[in-house]
């Protein structure tokens, strides 16, 4: 059960980070608020991407 979670976070933080860039390239879907934060944010999420892909590979 615990690869499935894993994998799921992966997935839902990888769909951050992909909104995240497009609104600082183009401002959809947030209005560009702040590219900061969006930046700072989809580092993040690519950051709990690689370490939830690494935890997954930990449960083969």
Known sequence: MEKPI?????IIAGLLALFLVADA???FPF???SILVDILVA???VIIVWQSLAT???FR
Do not use: H, V
């Open 43 to 45: 580092l993040g999420a």
């Open 56 to 58: 997954a590979k930990e």
């Open 31 to 33: 209005g560009k608020a």
């Open 25 to 27: 390239a183009i401002g």
């Open 6 to 10: 894993c994998l799921a976070t992966a």
